[in-house]
């Protein structure tokens, strides 16, 4: 299954998402050539981020 079609399945199965989830859908779908992933939170407005597929060390950016 293409990274986009397991994205798509995985999207569907849950009403709603965690930004850990989405994380680790990113992290379940990445690329060779991925440089970063990001997850922006759209009810408080921040947004989390890791660097050349290091999944484990995540950033959080919150705009305050």
């Not at 995985?10 to 989405?22: G, H, I, S, V, Y």
């Not at 407005?45 to 060390?57: E, L, R, S, T, V």
Request: charge should be negative.
């Amino acid at each position: 299954m293409c990274p986009f079609d397991r994205l798509y399945k995985a999207l569907n199965e849950k009403n709603e998402n965690t930004t850990e989830d989405a994380m680790q859908l990113l992290n379940d779908v990445h690329q060779g050539n991925t440089e970063w992933s990001v997850v922006y939170n759209l009810t408080d407005f921040n947004a989390q981020f890791c660097i050349n597929k290091d999944y484990d060390k995540v950033y959080d950016v919150n705009p305050e």
